[in-house]
T-cell receptor, first 114, second 113 residues
Framework: DAMVIQNPRYQVTQFGKPVTLSCSQT?????MYWYQQKSSQAPKLLFH???????NEADTPDNFQSRRPNTSFCFLDIRSPGLGDAAMYLC?????????????FGPGTRLTVL | AQSVTQPDIHITVSEGASLELRCNYSYGATPYLFWYVQSPGQGLQLLLK??????LVQGIKGFEAEFKRSQSSFNLRKPSVHWSDAAEYFC???????????FGAGTTVTVRA
């Protein structure tokens, strides 16, 4: 089945230790998104790629970076995780970048920062 | 910018009873409206969407939602809930000329036997 896959599902890191979260898709979609979801809060868009074009949200901290080496893969790098970065990180894809284009979400990676 | 309010943080409903989840949005024109469901340990799954036309939209898993422009609402309903409907539900709004979806904070549904 075509899908959005996130690895790992659970990630534990230490305060200040860089961490990378992975997302892959078999849908061949042009757009890949990263959302941060804290407990009992709405998912918050961090950034997205339209093909190779990177689009950062204005309020996304510099601590968060992303890479998209090819259509299928996208990575979220947190350079120096703080306690406030503990959250669920959701990857999503869509065929195009309009808000009406259906998003397909992965299962998420739950990040714990010790 | 568009925004969404889900007034109910948590709803408990008996299996077989009806369910209604409220969603109010703020946007100047006719928005794109969505309902997503998130089961424990899972990503968000699209239940249904409204773009235009018939204001009552049918979705998967027996859900429906009604767009009411006068009330700026897009409430989700299900006539008879099943235990498997226990999950978190998110309403989202998008603008025609934008890429962003604005999500509500979610409503957690608990189903009791």
């Amino acid at each position: 089945d075509a899908m959005v896959i996130q690895n790992p599902r659970y990630q534990v890191t230490q305060f200040g230790k860089p961490v990378t979260l992975s997302c892959s898709q078999t849908l061949n979609h042009n757009v890949m998104y990263w959302y941060q979801q804290k407990s009992s809060q709405a998912p918050k868009l961090l950034f997205h790629y339209y093909d190779k074009d990177f689009n950062n949200e204005a309020d996304t901290p510099d601590n968060f970076q992303s890479r998209r080496p090819n259509t299928s893969f996208c990575f979220l790098d947190i350079r120096s995780p703080g306690l406030g970065d503990a959250a669920m990180y959701l990857c999503a894809t869509s065929r195009d970048v309009t808000s009406g284009s259906r998003r397909f979400f992965g299962p998420g990676t739950r990040l714990t920062v010790l | 910018a568009q925004s969404v309010t889900q007034p109910d943080i948590h709803i408990t409903v008996s299996e077989g009873a009806s369910l209604e989840l409220r969603c109010n949005y703020s946007y100047g024109a006719t928005p794109y409206l969505f309902w997503y469901v998130q089961s424990p340990g899972q990503g968000l799954q699209l239940l249904l969407k409204y773009f235009s036309g018939d204001t009552l939209v049918q979705g998967i898993k027996g859900f429906e939602a009604e767009f009411k422009r006068s009330q700026s609402s897009f409430n989700l309903r299900k006539p008879s809930v099943h235990w498997s409907d226990a999950a978190e539900y998110f309403c989202a709004v998008g603008a025609h000329d934008d890429y962003k979806l604005s999500f509500g904070a979610g409503t957690t549904v608990t189903v009791r036997a």
